[in-house]
């Protein structure tokens, strides 16, 4: 039986230079007829055919561990993503906006109605950024994990703080990234709504040929007012994501992100209006729905591979049933609870979207 024997990088770099330097001083020490204290155009003396040979077996000892120019390269590499945007359609809002804006200048409603296309169409960004995605180590492909997790939300009494005007900092690299891309559409991008379901959630749906599918979901919203207008906050129903990614980072063959279209509603609106002549304010809610939201890989950095023909429709909604999971647990719980005792699943939401994004 035979062992393999795995060494650092730092330690092999190390090695090579020791035997690199040994065998050229080796050359001078022969070849040289003065003493080696006293090197000056010492190098005149060296054998090219040594030297030559050196160079390749340092080469050889350091390519197994893949230090070279083309990682470096990659590191490097940009790529460009792409948003498209619509505005809110007014007509499918329950409230008349059209009246509430011209009967108040000062109202937050101007800042909805004026936002129809993203603060940038498009974006350039590293390469290595978008490793982000990829699963943390010990992963089992098929479980997911959080990218952003909201720990702790302080809304759990139900209240919910509404005059906020900026995100908070970004914490992660995920974080980092998930705000510089949603940020496309607005700058004001909170990466944690202020009520459940929060975050961003992904997992992997194949893994084929050193080649990653991943699906993701991410809950977010934006504050679109600027003082001294009163915040106005737009939350879309979710983000449905998808990344196809080499599992180095080394290639990014697909990115997408979008809010579904399928359903009639798919934006909660929610604005602070203060009463003439008075400092109470209240708040003031409406649902609508926005006809396009999404982010798209605009120039790939590798050869394109399409995957989604290898992913069944089955695969597909198992990945997605498990990120609706991540931020509705309780559901692990009552569909395995329903299933034993072969009744329906009866449940209650007081807050956040429902299932049909009209809340």
């Known amino acids: 039986m035979t062992t393999s024997r795995q060494f650092r990088p730092s330690a092999v770099i190390v090695s090579a230079s020791l035997i690199a330097a040994t065998a050229v001083i080796f050359s001078l020490s022969y070849r040289s007829e003065v003493p080696l204290d006293s090197l000056e155009n010492c190098y005149a003396f060296i054998d090219r055919l040594k030297f030559a040979f050196v160079y390749a077996n340092v080469g050889a000892l350091l390519a197994p561990i893949g230090f070279g120019r083309e990682i470096r390269r990659w590191e490097s590499r940009n790529v460009t993503i792409r948003s498209s945007f619509r505005g809110i359609d007014a007509s499918s809002l329950t409230k008349n906006v059209a009246e509430e804006v011209l009967s108040d200048p000062n109202s937050n409603l101007h800042d909805l109605l004026s936002w129809n296309e993203p603060q940038q ?15 943390p180590r010990g992963n089992i492909h098929g479980n997911p994990w959080w990218l952003v997790e909201a720990k702790g939300l302080r809304n759990s009494d139900g209240h919910v703080e509404a005059d906020v005007y900026e995100p908070p900092a970004c914490g992660t690299s995920a974080e980092a990234l998930l705000s510089e891309l949603f940020g496309m559409f607005h700058r004001n991008v909170f990466l944690v709504t202020r009520a459940a379901p929060a975050g961003t959630a992904a997992v992997v749906t194949r893994s084929e040929n050193g080649t990653l599918d991943i699906l993701f979901r991410s809950h977010i919203e934006f504050q679109i007012s600027a003082p001294p207008r009163r915040p106005l906050w737009f939350t879309p129903a979710q983000f449905q994501g998808r990344v196809v990614i080499s599992d180095d980072g080394s290639a990014l063959h697909h990115f997408e992100a979008h809010v579904p279209t399928n359903r009639q509603l798919n934006v909660d609106l929610e604005w602070l209006v203060q009463r003439h002549n008075s400092d ?7 649902i609508g729905k926005v006809a396009e939201m999404a982010l798209n890989l605009d120039s790939p950095s590798g050869q394109p591979v399409e995957m989604r023909s290898s992913i069944s429709s089955d695969e597909e909604d198992e990945a997605l049933r498990k990120l609706h999971q991540m931020f509705f647990p309780f559901l692990k719980a009552a569909a395995s609870e329903a299933k034993r005792h072969e009744k329906l699943v009866h449940s209650i939401i007081t807050w956040g979207p429902l299932d049909d994004q009209s809340c």
């Open 280 to 286: 109470v304010q209240r708040t003031e809610v409406d």
């Open 121 to 135: 169409h498009t974006k350039m960004l590293l390469l290595s950024r978008f490793s982000a995605f990829l699963p």
